[in-house]
């Protein structure tokens, strides 16, 4: 009986430790988020979430579309990748990539252009501005990467010219060749934009939502971001990693 309880009674030590620990934590991630609140004029909704970075006495604070470091009472704020040296691998990258990884099963697929090359079967997402010098590069690039399905979100943010283009091809009758026809040939799409043409305010919702704050993003099937106009080497190596 009496070992019952020492065992009971360590269970119970034991417990209390972690929520101690977990309890400090809490206090000390709420505490840089208060401080630099009030001292940076950070809102409350930009900073995502606070956790200790690899580095001992740092702690990390996820903006979304930014990593920075804070000590652990918010006084000194460092910007920057954090590498590690060992392993030659940038962990603010890859930490950012893990953070904003998309469930591709999710994506609204019908409120995109849908471009298929070869067989299809690789699947990727852009979201792409119509007068984003950096989305036609992307275009051109997506000319020699073959079996692919690519599904466009038109992401108008440039200009008002970019909502006109993107409601004109959207309400043409071939929207892929409309697509491709303005990206890659600059021959600009002549529909009215005068169709339904909601699929392009919910783009604009859905990019903000998942802090798309460039053109071109691309999203691979497994969830993998790739930001910018990447070159056809590494977008093909990025969709034959993909498992």
Known sequence: ??????????????????????????QTTDKIKA?????????????KSISKAPMAGLYEVNLGTQIIYSDANGDYVLT??????????????AR????????????????AVKVVKGNGKRQMAVFSDPNCPYCHQLE????????????????????????TKSKSIWCSADRAKAWESWMI???????????????IDSNLKLGAKMNVTGTP???????????GAVSADRLESALGAVR
């Open 1 to 26: 009986m009496q070992k019952r309880i020492r065992i009971a009674a360590f269970a119970l030590a034991a417990a209390i430790s972690v929520l101690g620990c977990s309890a400090q934590a809490d």
């Open 35 to 47: 401080t630099l609140q009030s001292r940076l004029g950070v809102d409350g909704g930009d900073i």
């Open 80 to 93: 920057g990748d954090l590498v590690d040296t060992k392993a030659h691998r940038n962990l603010t990258e």
């Open 96 to 111: 950012l990539a893990e953070l904003n990884k998309v469930d591709f099963s999710k994506l609204p697929l019908e409120n």
């Open 140 to 163: 051109s690039t997506l000319k020699s990467i073959d079996n692919v399905t690519v599904y466009t979100f038109l992401y108008p943010v440039l200009s008002e010219d970019s909502t």
């Open 185 to 199: 040939d600059r021959k600009a799409p002549t529909a009215a934009g005068t169709c339904n043409t909601a699929a």
């Open 217 to 227: 993003t691309v999203i691979l099937a497994d969830g993998t971001r790739l930001p």
